[in-house]
């Protein structure tokens, strides 16, 4: 490749040196033939046409030339060409600026030759320009534009493409009902096989995003069957990952895997690394989802090793997945490790990210100003030209006078404008200040009747847990030593089970007094008083149960504010599990990194649908807990598979329990 490009670039660079030095053509005996100039600019363009969707830069180059050439010797055509195939080079590259005012230039001269086949070119790219740049409407309208002047002319395989198009447009706008009537109409026009394939991907894209997955299935196998047919392995990836995406939204694993495999097998036949980390790390999710946790730990590793190598920016992700996965197979430390990894990661990431947002935002600032000014500036030019050349002296001072006149009244007007945005501006701020005020109001009140019923709710708590101490327990104790004495020494076995009975359920009101009573966390290491209180649950129901923390010292040293709320919260946690998840494993996982405190619980039990199930009053208990704290709870549920809580807690390391006290 390196000496074919050493051979072709000299060989470029001397043809447009004679083409330069001489008015016609550089032969062999560096004769120059003025008549045959327009065949040598039509042969530099047709070089251009081809590399402009292989290399942009050499297209740029062969029609650079040609431009010139074509002014020179004024050949309308070449110049025509010449600037559409730099738009067209300047599009796909990005530069959205230059590219405008290049197509804009050839549309406007394809039109003056009448050339019917340039211009519905030029019309295309404006509209595929305007795809890229994110102006839709715009886009469109130069597409349809394109596709009346093909349909006219007959100009059937670009009508196709077209066609496609504006389906691809509507599909980006998720205007989906559009998008398959477009793409239905490409079908009907009889494509090639290559162009076939895609409209049926398509179409199946757009079913499964409306969620029509049985039909979705049937245009993405046919599409499967067009390329399987061509022997084309490149097309096979594009419809393979769709049908991939679409098992697995279904809930089919097996099936996923299955097709992620013949995906991955094509990917390593092709060497296409980044696709293979792809698949390396979706059949490790599918792995783990199918709970076999060797083979979803030796697919993420592979995944990781690929990411490594080619510096993947959300490495993140599969380290979460490897915390995900080792838990699962309790290994907890190393489930650890890569979740601070991922954490990492993503702080380093959300860093980086948000400085390429704000670049990104200011650069397509920049450059739709840009364009507006150079439509602007076109439409201006064309303005005047044509006034100009309808216009007489006298035409020309009374123009000037009225200019004169319309320039002082913009002044006043535009004067006037800006006093009025002024003070529609203060305005705005004014009541968005206000608006913030009253919000923060909203909130305080909120918070102060969230913390009002939090401490009635532990004052009754602890009137209860009195109640039931006090007096429940004391006439079970005082009816059990009766039964006893009455008893005496010939005691019969029901007499027995009804004494065991009472002594059970006099435990049990002790166990529950305690529970309610407010826990003594300034009496108390914090970890150990929940250690104990979990110790007590193992005692008396019957599922696995483990508890893991870190870092303990800091853990110990939080506010006693937020050790109380976080006791509770484990307690109703706790109760919801006992009362209503039929779960046999229960993990619990209390971390503290930085400045953030994170309570996570999962169970295996029934789980719920949280999209029917109304809260409860453990659950409102818990929002409130979390709210008042100023935190976030995320509850990941589904019928059969279990629950997880995921809480998080802002904390301010400088408000700790030693300034407390202090």
């Excluded at 600026?97 to 211009?119: Q, R, V």
């Excluded at 007499?495 to 529970?515: A, C, M, Q, W």
């Amino acid at each position: 490749m390196k000496i074919l490009h050493l051979v072709v670039v000299p060989l470029i660079i001397f043809t447009l040196i004679c083409l330069h030095e001489f008015t016609g053509t550089c032969n062999a005996q560096g004769t120059t033939k003025q008549q045959e100039m327009p065949q040598h600019i039509d042969a530099l363009l047709n070089y251009a046409d081809e590399q402009v969707t292989i290399s942009t830069a050499l297209a740029a180059v062969y029609a650079d030339s040609a431009l010139e050439l074509s002014k020179k010797h004024k050949y309308a055509p070449g110049e025509a060409r010449s600037y559409y195939l730099l738009g067209a080079a300047h599009t796909i590259n990005g530069d959205f600026e230059p590219a405008l005012s290049h197509l804009n230039t050839a549309l406007k001269l394809h039109d003056e030759l009448n050339d019917e086949h340039g211009s519905v070119r030029c019309n295309k790219y404006l509209g595929r320009l305007h795809h890229y740049s994110g102006h839709k409407e715009q886009a469109l309208r130069f597409y349809i534009s394109a596709l009346k002047q093909a349909e006219q002319i007959n100009w059937s395989e670009e009508v196709i493409n077209l066609t496609n198009n504006i389906g691809t447009v509507y599909l980006d706008e998720q205007r989906y009902d559009k998008a398959i009537e477009y793409f239905q109409r490409c079908l009907e026009m009889k494509p090639d096989k290559a162009i076939e394939s895609i409209i049926l991907s398509n179409i199946g894209f757009a079913y499964r995003n409306q969620k029509e997955y049985d039909k979705a299935l049937q245009y993405l196998k046919k599409s499967l069957t067009i390329c399987y047919e061509m022997d084309d392995v490149e097309c096979e990836l594009g419809p393979l990952g769709f049908v991939i995406r679409i098992y697995m939204d279904l809930g089919e694993d097996s099936l996923a895997l299955k097709y992620s495999y013949e995906i991955m097998e094509k990917q390593e036949k092709l060497s296409q690394r980044k696709g293979l980390m792809v698949s390396y790390n979706r059949i490790g999710l599918l792995y783990m989802y199918l709970q076999q946790s060797d083979s979803a730990i030796r697919y993420f590793k592979k995944s990781l090793e690929i990411g490594k190598e080619t510096n993947y920016a959300s490495m993140h992700l599969i380290h979460a997945n490897l915390a995900y996965v080792y838990k699962d197979a309790k290994k907890y430390e190393e489930a650890l490790e890569h979740m601070f990894i991922h954490v990492r990661l993503k702080d380093s990431l959300f860093s980086n990210e948000k400085n390429r947002i704000t670049e990104e935002l200011l650069a397509k600032y920049d450059a739709e100003k840009q364009l507006k000014e150079i439509e602007i500036l076109q439409k201006e030019k064309e303005l005047q030209e044509a006034t100009l050349e309808r216009q007489s002296l006298t035409q020309n001072v009374a123009i000037v006078g009225a200019a004169l006149i319309l320039i002082v009244s913009v002044v006043i007007l535009i004067n006037y404008q800006q006093k009025i945005k002024a003070q529609v501006l203060l305005s705005a701020k004014t009541k968005e200040l206000n608006e913030q005020k009253k919000m923060e109001l909203i909130r305080e009140n909120e918070i102060k009747a969230i913390k009002a019923n939090i401490e009635g709710q532990e004052k009754e708590r602890e009137r209860i847990a009195q109640e039931l101490h006090d007096g429940v327990a004391g006439n079970l104790a005082g009816i059990k030593l009766t039964l006893a004495n009455y008893s005496g020494k010939d005691q019969s076995p029901d007499l027995l089970k009804v004494i065991r009975n009472i002594d059970e359920t006099y435990h049990e009101v002790r166990s529950l007094s305690h529970h309610l009573i407010p826990p003594k966390i300034k009496e108390n290491e914090f970890i150990e008083l929940i250690k104990n209180y979990l110790d007590d649950l193992i005692r008396s129901h019957s599922f696995e149960l483990h508890f893991g923390y870190h870092p303990q010292a800091e853990l110990n040293r939080l506010p006693n504010e937020i050790k109380t709320e976080i006791y509770r919260i484990i307690q109703e946690l706790m109760n919801n599990i006992i009362k209503h998840a039929k779960a046999d494993q229960v993990d619990i996982q209390l971390t503290k990194l930085n400045e953030s405190l994170n309570l996570m619980v999962e169970d295996n039990g029934v789980g719920f649908d949280a999209s029917v199930t109304s809260g409860g009053i453990g659950l409102n208990n818990i929002h409130s807990r979390v709210k008042l704290l100023e935190g976030e709870i995320n509850i990941d549920t589904t019928l059969k598979r279990g629950t997880i809580v995921d809480i998080t807690i802002p904390v301010d390391q400088l408000h700790n329990e030693e300034d407390e006290e202090n």
